[in-house]
């Protein structure tokens, strides 16, 4: 009964791990878009200004 439990706790906190990697990946994937995004409006500015 123990080692069911055990192995049902390690199974539980991989699947938080996972789900905490990939919510990860999105958070950067979407920094990463946005960080792109403002450049480019930077280099638009500047365009513009020069």
Known sequence: MLKTACEK????MKE???LIQK????ALG????R???AMDE???LV???G
């Open 9 to 12: 706790a390690v199974a539980n």
């Open 35 to 37: 960080f792109t995004e």
């Open 23 to 26: 919510s990860n990946q999105e």
């Open 42 to 44: 930077v280099k638009t």
């Open 16 to 18: 938080v791990a996972d």
């Open 47 to 49: 365009v513009k200004k």
């Open 30 to 33: 979407l920094l990463n878009k």
